[in-house]
């Protein structure tokens, strides 16, 4: 089979699935059954008619490079049950030797392929420079009044005592976070009922209030005096207070291995937000990219775990240099063929520690761990090294924290051996994300 | 790291000072003001998290005991993955069910044919398939096959799993070895009830005589339904070796007990107790007619017959259909002068109608007691005939529990011919109790009657049944022959509006679902 590359496994393909009912009505569609004219390109795409319930068959495209699709069916998922399973019998038994692309096939995939090859730079009208500044002033001044407004609530909090918050309840802090909405820094609103939200977490939780309040502080105190910051700390204060990062950053050509991908849902149920891990497998560098879906929706941009894309990344400025936009993709992601290299748990944390010095309010760092042997406990799992006795504790609860299910995985996989996996390593301990059987490059994205 | 211990002293200071409040610690305290409490307690904070050590292991788990069976082939394992992961979907009962395949009934399937191939689970999936064990128990043996030692080891430390370790499946749970008398001796004294259920199985099966002289040595401590499920569990590898211990269960203090181990003595047909019914029931029914017993004496009762019938029946009757179910089928030979039990069946019955009935109704039940092949087959006569004018009986409950006593291929031929005689609509019972995949003369029956329901203009929902089992049952093989049926045709004139599209949609789903199975079949073949 020399078809569009290796192919992808059945639960790449059911990654980029929008949510769980199209997953299974995927799967039904992943058989020879109902397709007719399926076929593929050595460029990267597939195609192929699907008989529906309704005279006319559906016209199913896939691009692979993006990946993107386009499907005649009436659904507003995406990428729809059709292009799913499609992926899915291309994945299972692959779609022949490559060919020609019917005619309303090709039209979209030439399309695609003349808007990618257009210069990114230069987008839009020349922006009125002028007004831009006054309404970047506008703004810094009311995030000013906001930081200076919540510098005196901490004041007051610290003069009070701590220990007067288990009864003060949530309803004050809720006000300060709407008042930091008001004063348009996002960041500091979301701290703010984080902080709120400390006191009735149990035991140990006025330590953690004051590590939470003079980190606040610390970035209060960061953006009043941002002007004498390093330009990276700056921007790395800058956008954990809530901007939008100004200016483009860095742009790195590598081919990225996808390590992660999941999403959280926000506390209202309003934002799904979908992080996915990346690291470029020449430079070693890791990157984050970030998308949102509104209520109900799930974010658009999908990368399943275990794929390599090359591809250019742009490193937004601060933040430690983690968040990246997806730029230009130069080819169709294929599978990586090989488990990443892990690292001790000594050699993670210090990796943790040393990203602090960027991004002092920085929760977690992307590590690959291993190789590792999960511990099971009733009281918290652990990962340990293999050799030696150090290991890092599993946050169960809290922020960070993944479902069980996932954590049983893992030890199954493991069966008490070694295993490597690859996480979000922070103050609070090691999460697990995705993880590698001794035997096998294939990664299992933990649940 | 000296350093760092100082330091968290000093945190514990600011924590402190923290919760009191500045104000009431004036000229005192680490840190003087609210202001340079939080620079203080920020420079910790950040401190901390970069200078963070890990932690002493705790105790790692024992490595799990190497499962020697091979993984199945990958794409084998993705397709599991997919069935395990659409078996918590909600089934849209009575919903139109559109085209595609219903995955969650085709998980059974899968297991089946992994355990024919011998494979183990994929590790990663072992949890999902000890949940679904955990949620559906007539998966449970064949999943907890397949999880083997790793689900095992994996149960042991996951409280949800504890089923696991009763099951007794794998064998490598935590029930000793049947040969190890002391450990047997200890868990049959000390364990919970199911953990002594799956031992008792055990040694069952190593040896059958095994199990009653273990049952004997706690018998009379046992509680009252605990030794119903003890004695049921005996119906495993029943043999005249357990006739002493059930014989003696006749006179338990229990009804149910003393009516279970009267029934399991009648199964033996050469037990004492299947002697003296035999001898009762001689006495009541012969060529000559029917006289049902006059009385349930000590000795009836004794041997499990239950006298007061149940509301509606008279008691004469209630007592004779016990009597010949309890006999040996074999006792009627030579009663009837030398006949088989075609020609016994047939007999007009003497002495008036209303025991016909009774006596073929208890002949039926003895057969399926006993498992008696060509009892059954004269009961059932010939499938083409009448239901109703059958010389057994009518109900298709108990026609499906005669049909599994006779072999496959002819019970797949009787089932066949059923149906070409009589249609579909009262086919699915019998459907239920044939081998799967359907032989090829009972898949073609149920098409082709599938077909001329279509062009009847039937209600096509009434047959949502037949088209469920047909999905799961039919031979993959026969997809390419269903074809031609999955085109949709204008509906009849006087048909239900809309029947044609859904008979072409189930026809669809149909084709569909055998393609998958096909598929879901080749994966699992070695490579």
Redesign the interface.
Known sequence: MTDQGDRW???QV?DLAPD?AS???G????????WLQIGGSASGSVWGLC???GSNPYRTVVDLTGPAYKCSCPSRKFPCKHALGLLLLW??EGVGEPGEAPEWAAQWLADRAAKAARPVAGRGAPVDEEAARKRAERRAARIGAGVTEL?QR??????????GQEQAGYAGWEETAARMVDAQAPGLAARVRELGTIPSCGPGW??R???E???L??LDRGWLGVAGLPEELAATVRSRVGLPASGEGEAVRDRWLVLAQYDTVSPDGRLTTRRIWLRGLAGGRPALVLDFGPPGRPPGLAMPVGLVLEAEMRFRPGSAGLRADLGERFAAAVPCAEVPAGVS??AA?EA???A??ED?WLESWPVVLGPV?P???ELGW?L??AE??????VPLTGGGSRSR?GL??L???????PVTVFGEC??RGFTPLT?W?PDSAEP?ALG | MNKADEGYGEWEELVAAALLGTDRRRGGGPAGSAEALLDAAAVHAVRRRAGLRPAGAGTRPEPAPRDPRPAPPKAAGHRLAQLLAGRSGAVNGGGRRGTAPDLTELLPQWLAAAARYGYRSPSALVPALLDAARARTDLRPQALALAGTRGLWLARMNPDWRFALRGGAGGAGELPDVTDRAGVERLWQEGLFAERVALLGAVRAHEAAAAPRLLMTTWATERAEDRLMFLDSLRAGLSDGDEPFLEAALGDRSRNVRATAAELLSALPSSALAGRMAERALACVGPEGVTPPAECDGGMLRDGVVKRPPAGRGERAWWLGQLVEAAPLSCWRERFGGLGPAEIVALPVASGDGWTEELHAAWCRAAVRQRDAPWSRALLGPASAPPAAGPGTASLAERAKLLETLPDAERAQWVAEFIAAHGLSEAFQLLGVCVVPWAGALGRAVVDALDTARDAGSYPWSFSGVMGLAERCLDPAEAGRLEALTTAAEDLPDAVPGAAAYWAEAFQRLVATLRLRAAMLAELTPA
């Open positions: 496994t059945a639960e059911l769980d997953r299974k009505a799967g039904r569609l992943g058989g020879a059954g109902p008989k529906g319930s994945s299972a510098e901490l004041a007051d909090l610290l003069r009070g005592g701590l220990a006025p330590a209030m004051l590590e309040a003079a980190l502080h610390l748990t000594e944390l943790y520690g040393t602090l010095r002092p042997v511990i099971p406990g652990q340990a090294d030696g006795d150090s290991a890092l504790p299910g049983w995985q030890a199954a996989l493991s069966g008490g051996a922070g103050h993880a059987h299992v």
